[in-house]
């Protein structure tokens, strides 16, 4: 049974996203489609990035990862198609999969890429501002269905790659990162791993500086503070990084914090 994931920034009032699964079932009726998200940031590939890099790999091994954040559908930009691991991705040629490689890298992953060059495998009808219904789909779906990858293209090794997040120690021993994600609840996901502050006193003596806000010491759950107390928190998220919070409210009550903000962990006087 072949699993397939989509993620866009389509939304979902117009249908959009729902059209993607219905060209994908008229090549693999049998696939067992998975909405990721379709709220991507528009045109945010830095987003889709943490947001796919997040959550593709706790889908079984073979399943097919169609992602179509793509702001320059239509343009000589290529559409690719690849393996990473064990599992298999059909996306724009932006920088979407930076996370995803970087990881592969890290975990010392074998991946292979095609540019897809080969038209049999897309929709009749190809638009200039509808790839993901036309060619990525269509693509993903003749995956599922069992058509090898070197079939869907030619063989490339020269991937575009974006900049992403990370954290940066200072002199003083001050570890510095920004804010990646605000999820839907204003969660603040910041850029700092547990390695990254080992050599601070953690959980207690330290202090996260964020959008002008000071938080003193780090909780282990969202139930270590009081309930609707407007006081912010700062404990490890599930995504493996560091997460600033209101608990039983919403970060975003009492700071406005944006991707790209600065936050600072520092050991308290």
């Known amino acids: ?80 198609a690849g393996r990473i691991g064990e599992h298999y991705f059909v996306a724009p040629d932006n920088g979407v999969l930076s996370a995803c490689l970087a990881r592969a890298e890290a975990e010392g992953w074998s991946t292979e890429f095609v540019a897809l060059d080969r038209p049999e495998y897309w929709l009749p009808n190809v638009t200039m501002t509808f790839h993901g219904r036309d060619l990525f789909s269509p693509v993903g779906a003749h995956l599922a269905a069992g058509v090898p990858l070197v079939d869907l293209g030619t063989p490339i090794d020269d991937l575009i790659t974006i900049p992403l997040w990370g954290a940066e120690r200072h002199a003083d021993g001050s570890v510095e990162g920004e804010i990646i994600y605000i999820d839907d609840f204003g969660n603040a996901i910041c850029s700092i791993l547990p390695e990254e502050i080992a050599h601070l006193p953690v959980p207690d003596g330290v202090a996260v500086e964020v959008c002008g806000a000071r938080i003193e010491g780090m909780v282990s759950t969202f139930g270590d503070s009081e309930y609707d107390s407007d006081t912010l928190i700062a404990l490890w998220d599930s995504s493996g990084y560091m997460l600033v919070s209101e608990n039983n409210g919403t970060g975003g009550k009492i700071i406005q914090p944006k991707p790209g903000d600065r936050v600072v962990v520092r050991p308290l006087p």
């Open 1 to 80: 049974m072949p699993f397939i994931t989509l993620t866009t920034d389509f939304g979902t009032r117009q249908g959009s996203h729902t059209v993607l699964h219905g060209a994908i079932y008229g090549i693999a009726p049998d696939a067992v489609i998975t909405d990721l998200s379709h709220e991507v940031k528009p045109q945010d590939i830095r987003e889709a990035n943490f947001v796919v890099n997040n959550s593709v790999f706790f889908f079984p091994p073979g399943t097919v990862h169609v992602i179509v954040v793509d702001p320059g559908v239509g343009t000589d930009r290529r559409p690719i």
